[in-house]
């Protein structure tokens, strides 16, 4: 229950093309939805994130869509760029009640943009 | 900026030493967090810390101790280093989880080799 489903491991898409990646979950506890980018040689960061009252989020050329009922959510990079070459990391989140928390992750897309 | 930083970059070890590994930042944060990252698996929870001397255990925490003495400093303890920990460690850190955005900040990484 307290894991999270990320597809595909690895992705190639043309410059301009539109990768998409999935995600899904199994514990409703989860209120917090977001998604990291990491580049080789650095640590994660955040890229986007969302909450389950809503179901897209748009931050310039990255796009959430959020499935409740389906328990599954999405990451579209729109017009991909090369420099937009990285891996993605989903990750959920639940309310532990005060300030404590942390984060659940996927097992991560390699993404490449090719020229 | 917000900065987390780890002490070593690269370290090579061998098996039956112990290994420390460090992590400062720089944001009086009260959460820290270290994860470890390998290929296919993605980030996966060693041990978090809420609070000065307070101490969580994550998903994988069998083989591994955490410190926290001092708020902005998190060490990450492997009392005997064996083979199947050679890995890349990554430390984070965040601000209380509430109800809106929340982000974890990470350092840049301790690829720690185990001979």
């Known amino acids: 229950q307290q894991q999270v489903k990320q597809s595909p491991q690895s992705l190639i898409v043309q410059k301009g093309g539109i990768p998409i990646i999935n995600c899904a979950y199994e514990?409703?506890?989860?209120?917090?939805f977001p998604w990291y980018q990491q580049f080789p040689g650095k640590g994660p960061a955040l890229l986007i994130a969302i909450r389950p009252d809503v179901s897209e989020k748009k931050e310039g050329r990255f796009t959430i869509s959020f499935n409740k009922s389906a328990k599954q959510f999405s990451l579209h990079i729109m017009d991909s760029q090369p420099g937009d070459s990285a891996t993605y990391f989903c990750a959920a989140s639940k309310d532990y009640g005060g300030s404590q928390g942390n984060l659940i992750f996927g097992k991560g897309t390699k993404l490449s943009v090719k020229p | 900026d917000v900065k987390v930083t780890q002490s070593s970059r690269y370290l090579v070890k061998r098996t039956g030493e112990k290994v420390f590994l460090e992590c400062v930042q720089d944001?009086?944060?009260?959460?820290m967090f270290w994860y470890r990252q390998d290929p296919g698996l993605g980030l996966r929870l060693i041990y978090f810390s809420y609070d000065v001397k307070m101490k969580e255990k994550g998903d994988i925490p069998e083989g591994y101790s955490v410190s926290r003495e001092k708020k902005e400093r998190f060490s990450l303890i492997l009392e005997s280093a064996s083979t199947n920990q050679t890995s890349m460690y990554l430390c984070a850190s965040s601000p209380p989880r509430d109800r809106g955005f929340w982000e974890l900040f990470f350092g840049e990484g301790s690829r720690l080799t185990v001979l």
């Open positions: 514990n409703t506890a989860f209120d917090y």
């Open positions: 944001m009086d944060h009260e959460n």
